[in-house]
């Protein structure tokens, strides 16, 4: 069964800083990885797929298979990054499987 | 429509009442799928549509869920006997196929409490 682990509930950090919002995975096929943003009172919205390896507002996310990982990084902060993110697996059933979420905090 | 629509947008119900939640997917998507999200947790995952197959209900909780999708377009979600548990914010998504590499387009959800 698959499974998605975001190991941070909330994450804090000042604007400037750099971000990582980990996310790992337990799938024992090959896994299509996703990052989902809630800004405030807006809907859920896609932010990146690992397939396209884009950057998304400055985000990035790399997939590293030998270590389940799919972690989302920006160098600097923005405070309009303040968002709820969720990692998702999706796999060849179709659903995706989400973690529980980090709140990210930027600090001015 | 130019985006996922789900209605109402909040709905307050009583215990033991039904209630329906209704989803319009993007026009032409054949993929729709159900999710509840609690407070403070991920989103679960409720039901699956994709074409005319049969529907992953594998992710229903009980009896009391189910939920049907009319001629390809839009779906109801109906909780019978409601519950407080049932108490979520119920989330709507849709993607052109049921591929696995599209990622969702969802709608605002509907909010459900159960009093």
């Known amino acids: 069964a698959q499974r998605v682990t975001q190991p941070e509930k909330l994450l804090s950090v000042f604007k400037g800083a750099p971000v990582e919002l980990k996310c790992n995975y337990s799938?024992?096929?090959?896994?299509?990885l996703f990052w989902y943003v809630q800004y405030s009172r807006q809907r859920l919205q896609l932010l990146l797929r690992h397939i396209s390896r884009e950057s998304i507002k400055g985000f990035t996310a790399d997939l590293n298979k030998g270590e389940t990982s799919f972690h989302l990084k920006k160098p600097f902060a923005q405070e309009e990054d303040s968002a709820m993110y969720y990692c998702a697996l999706n796999t060849n059933a179709g659903k995706s499987t989400f973690g529980d979420g980090t709140t990210l905090t930027v600090k001015p | 429509g130019a985006g996922v629509s789900q209605s109402p947008s909040n709905k307050v119900t009583e215990k033991g009442k039904d209630v329906e939640l209704r989803c319009d997917p993007i026009?032409?998507?054949?993929?729709l799928y159900w999710y509840r999200q609690s407070l403070g947790q991920g989103l679960e995952f409720l039901i699956y549509?994709?074409?005319?197959?049969?529907?992953?209900k594998s992710g229903l909780p009980s009896d009391r869920f189910s939920a049907e999708r009319t001629g390809g377009s839009v779906s109801t979600l109906t909780i019978q006997r409601t519950q407080q548990e049932d108490s979520a914010v119920y989330l709507c998504?849709?993607?052109?196929?049921?591929?696995?590499?599209?990622?969702?387009?969802f709608g605002s959800g509907t909010r459900l409490t159960v009093v």
């Open positions: 799938y024992s096929g090959s896994p299509e």
């Open positions: 549509f994709q074409g005319n197959s049969a529907p992953d």
């Open positions: 998504a849709s993607t052109p196929t049921g591929a696995a590499n599209y990622g969702y387009t």
């Open positions: 026009s032409g998507h054949t993929a």
